[in-house]
């Protein structure tokens, strides 16, 4: 039997070594990889799941029984339009990623500057509307908003639009502090 969610504890990793996370219930599994003993006496593998919570590392790890055939990533519906609204963005000439929000809702994700030297991510998920949410390093409630009647090939104009409105600048980097913790 394949599974694609993960229910069990937890942990996580840090500079300071492992610590225990918490206990998920069918977190979506993000990757799969093999791990090796000196002496296997059965297949393990190490999970990374998305954390179902707002609060704490938005990747979890776990190590299991089993194979990579045993454990698949999870795949959402909506992956594919999250691959086109990237392909999309980068097409253009927008520098983007395949971005998954903590629920496993797939999407975009890009850096922006504003005011300066403030700088934010601009996530597109790929919901039914498209929305599009600015996550600051100080908004820990961003608001998502809808673009009504958007193809993934019309994002990057969207996307071009958002960024004049907001007085905001595409980065071509991930600045470290891009990222709210």
């Known amino acids: 039997m394949t599974r694609h969610t993960y229910t069990g504890p937890t942990d996580y990793p840090t500079e300071d070594g492992w610590f225990p996370?918490?206990?998920?219930?069918?977190?979506?599994?993000?990757?799969?990889?093999?791990?090796?003993?000196?002496?296997?006496?059965?297949?393990?593998v190490r999970l990374t799941v998305a954390n179902?919570?707002?609060?704490?590392?938005?990747?979890?790890?776990?190590?299991?029984w089993g194979t990579p055939t045993t454990w698949q990533p999870h795949r959402h519906p909506d992956?594919?339009?999250?691959t086109d609204i990237v392909t999309a963005l980068t097409t253009a000439g927008i520098p983007a990623h395949l971005h998954h929000a903590p629920d496993g809702q797939p999407g975009a994700?890009?850096?922006i500057r504003y005011r300066r030297d403030r700088h934010a991510q601009l996530v597109i998920t790929?919901?039914?509307?498209?929305?599009?949410?600015?996550?600051?390093?100080?908004?820990?409630?961003?608001?998502?908003h809808p673009w009504p009647d958007t193809k993934p090939a019309d994002v990057p104009a969207r996307v071009r639009q958002l960024c004049l409105l907001l007085n905001a600048r595409i980065l071509?980097?991930?600045?470290?502090?891009?990222?709210?913790?």
């Open 172 to 181: 071509r980097t991930s600045p470290t502090d891009a990222v709210p913790r």
């Open 126 to 144: 790929a919901t039914s509307p498209l929305t599009w949410t600015v996550h600051r390093p100080t908004n820990t409630r961003p608001t998502a």
């Open 109 to 111: 994700l890009l850096h």
């Open 79 to 82: 992956h594919d339009r999250a």
């Open 52 to 64: 179902p919570r707002p609060t704490g590392p938005r990747e979890l790890t776990t190590a299991q």
């Open 21 to 44: 996370g918490p206990h998920v219930t069918d977190a979506p599994i993000l990757t799969v990889t093999p791990i090796t003993f000196e002496a296997p006496t059965q297949p393990v």
